[in-house]
């Protein structure tokens, strides 16, 4: 580990540029290409501070994970490999079990601003969250699109159909999907591609966007219409050791840019939807869970969303607290207000 972190800090030392005296430069490190939503959205908000500091904090990206990985980020955002990076808590080995296992309590909200309302909820009032994220500043929290399921070969128009078939899903629904008789695997999405390409897996929980943005639409062939719920999570950081080492007004600025980066990633991910149909357009044939269906998996969603909380009694976290204030924090579907815990 120390000596993965020293060569990344090398590489980061070999990049470095020389920037005029009264200017800070930061790198922003990121495993998605300049094409991806996800980074236009980053360079919209690099514009952001770039334009609000009047060119005095720039921002340097490194794309397409030349500095970050994926399991790693947040520990080497620790130790300074980049300034600030995109971070993925459930890919993480070790010390985010809550923060993995919270995506799997927003059943019913819906749009990424619910998401994202729903997280700041449980961030304000469970403590374990803030330990799970100690060492980072966080200046995004990212929702996204309600995904389905894209499949090669095997098309899903039950849920009875998924029996036997490999599906990639996030950590919150692999008990779910086993519920159903389907064999979920976990993998960063970066990989879903090759292995959906060399038939390692059947299938995957994506939203549509994944179409053109991973280019899914070349190794897919049907799209399922299931609402799986979508959860919001940390998703850009820096470590607070370079935090505490800005200036007062440099550190203000960041804070301010929270919201821009945000309302970026919101507006990129809703227009990454209809470019991503587009993609599959006379390739992937849709269809759409029933009314009856869509809520039997609602149901099964949620009984294993407080099974997995209560679970997490075995790392002395109070994973149902968390789950009973989520549940509480909807005032009507898709609407977030903070609520009690009963």
Not at 335 to 340: E, L, V
Request: charged share 25%.
């Amino acid at each position: 580990m120390r000596l993965l972190l020293l060569l990344a800090a090398l590489l980061l030392t070999a990049c470095a540029r020389d920037v005029p005296e009264q200017v800070t430069e930061l790198t922003y490190a990121t495993p998605y290409p300049p094409s991806h939503p996800f980074s236009r959205a980053d360079q919209r908000w690099i514009d952001f501070v770039e334009e609000e500091s009047q060119g005095r904090l720039v921002i340097r990206p490194i794309w397409s994970g030349a500095l970050l990985s994926a399991d790693m980020s947040m520990e080497e955002l620790r130790h300074g490999v980049a300034d600030i990076g995109l971070i993925t808590p459930i890919y993480v080995r070790g010390g985010t079990h809550l923060l993995r296992i919270q995506t799997g309590f927003y059943s019913g909200a819906d749009s990424v601003e619910s998401q994202v309302a729903l997280y700041r909820c449980l961030e304000a009032r469970i403590p374990q969250i803030s330990r799970e994220l100690d060492g980072l500043k966080v200046l995004a929290v990212q929702g996204g699109l309600l995904p389905g399921i894209l499949t090669r070969g095997k098309r899903v128009e039950q849920l009875s159909d998924l029996r036997g078939l490999r599906i990639r899903a996030p950590t919150e629904l692999l008990a779910v999907l086993q519920n159903l008789g389907a064999d979920p695997v976990n993998m960063p999405m970066g990989e879903v591609y090759s292995a959906l390409a060399k038939g390692v897996i059947d299938g995957v929980i994506a939203p549509l966007d994944t179409l053109r943005a991973l280019h899914l639409a070349e190794v897919t062939d049907y799209f399922y219409d299931l609402r799986v719920p979508r959860g919001a999570y940390p998703a850009r950081a820096m470590g607070l050791e370079r935090w505490r080492q800005l200036e007062p007004w440099q550190r203000d600025l960041l804070e301010r840019s929270v919201a821009a980066w945000e309302e970026a990633l919101a507006d990129e991910i809703r227009k990454s939807e209809a470019v991503g149909r587009a993609a599959g357009e006379g390739r992937i044939i849709y269809s759409s869970a029933t009314p009856a269906e869509q809520r039997h998996f609602d149901q099964i969603y949620l009984r294993d969303a407080e099974e997995n909380a209560r679970a997490l009694e075995q790392f002395g976290i109070d994973g149902l607290e968390a789950f009973k204030l989520a549940r509480a924090s909807f005032a009507a579907r898709d609407r977030i207000s903070c609520g009690d815990i009963s």
